[in-house]
DNA sequence: ACATTAAGTGATT
DNA sequence: AATCACTTAATGT
């Protein structure tokens, strides 16, 4: 059952290091929409993405989120990272983009691999760094208003995780992902479409050209 | 046929 | 870019 995890993690990490994560490591498999994390809930274990994808949002304090980045396969959680420096509760929510498969590596072990062995070490540094330059991006273009670059960023992320250039999902959940408003995203998708970048149909956009 | 939900549009701030 | 008000189109029952 975890056959394909150490295939893919084989170049990253020592043999020893595969057993030792292959025997406290839980095999999870979740479904598309399905909530992995919520804010203020406490992490008790740190993900090891397989296949599938996970949407990391941010919510402010009337509810409305604000998608952070996507993780994929052979990345993790940055913030299970801050958890072991002393934060214990989430900041963050996670939920799946599509049907995924991860390991869950519970957090004691973290600290103790970090000075075991040199490869996990540098998977955790080369995931915190990943995941922050994630974040400046996002940071930048919030920062420097351009919604209409934003939704591009946004639908060219999605089709990549989907590993599907046909994103099934509605101008309303999208405005609900970059916290906006429905009607923008409606104009916007609209300009990208008459430059024949995008094709629109109900709960349908084919990415043709971003 | 009717109700519901998604998307398009003009006008205003 | 956000909001309002309204229209049109697609879909489910």
Redesign the pocket.
Known sequence: MKEQFLKQYNYLFEDELLQEINKVGILKTVSEGDMLMDIGQELMAMPLLINGAIKILREDENGNELILYFIEQGDTCAMTINCCMGQVKSKIRAVAEVDTQLIMVPIKKMGEWMSKYQTWQHFILQSYHDRMMEMFETIDSIAF????ERLIKFLRDKAKVNHNDIINT???DIANDL??????I?????KL?NSNKIE?????IKVLDL
């Open positions: 208003l351009k919604m209409d509605t101008h309303l916290h906006t408003s429905r009607v923008v409606s104009r916007l998708l609209k479409e629109l149909q109900r709960n349908y």
